[in-house]
């Protein structure tokens, strides 16, 4: 068990440590509006980790920056490994849970198994086959994987086409959904393919 959570928190590091690499990385590019530095601008963040079971002390913090130059002063969220777009909930969670919850046959059984409500859960499930569906992120990461991933099983198809061991998988798939995480930053995949 001990070993399990240990696994757990250095997975949790490392997505720290690729936040902090893409953050760096726009940062050195310099505002996209003016070209003026970007220095850093984070804000608070209280995630929720359900399944997970732990609390990480760095993902109190978003990323952000904020140009330096009078007149502009525009603020830039690079794209994020650990946040999944503006839910409460990290994005490990968002798609371990989302998983859980199409091999569990009642909502209620899902619920038990990731600490995660009912109701959100089939909120997840309908962004995953809705919305989700028809995002340049999704399209792009179908391209990637012939043959085509099944939408009925996203995100569970998704993460099984990914050709790493589990917890790596789910890092690289962070990574590829990385780009929803922001609109503040253009060509927000470029940043995470360093880091990955």
């Known amino acids: 068990m001990i070993g399990d959570f240990q696994i757990v928190i250095e997975f949790l ?18 505002c996209q509006f003016c070209g003026g530095p970007l220095h ?20 109190d913090t978003r990323f952000s920056l904020c140009c330096g130059s009078e007149g502009c002063r525009r603020r830039t969220t690079p794209p994020s490994l650990r ?7 990290v994005g490990a969670v968002v ?18 198994a990731t600490g995660v409500p009912a109701r959100t859960l089939r909120r997840w499930g309908g962004w995953w086959q809705g919305p989700f569906v028809v995002m340049p992120v999704f399209v ?21 086409r990914v050709a790493v061991p589990f917890p790596a998988s789910l890092q690289k ?3 590829g959904l990385a780009p929803i995480t922001t609109a503040s930053c253009p060509d927000a995949s470029r940043f995470v393919r360093g880091c990955m």
């Open 173 to 175: 798939l962070l990574g």
């Open 140 to 160: 792009e990461l179908s391209g990637l994987l012939v043959p085509a991933v099944d939408r009925d099983r996203l995100p569970a198809s998704l993460l099984e």
């Open 13 to 30: 590091e490392a997505l720290t440590e690729c936040d902090r690499t893409v953050m760096d990385g726009v940062r050195r590019e310099g």
């Open 83 to 89: 946040f999944l777009g503006r839910r409460v909930y």
């Open 95 to 112: 798609i371990l849970a989302s998983i859980v919850a199409l091999m569990e046959l009642a909502v209620t059984a899902a619920r038990r």
């Open 40 to 59: 850093r601008g984070d804000f608070e963040r209280k995630p929720r980790f359900a399944l997970l079971g732990v609390e990480a002390e760095s993902f």
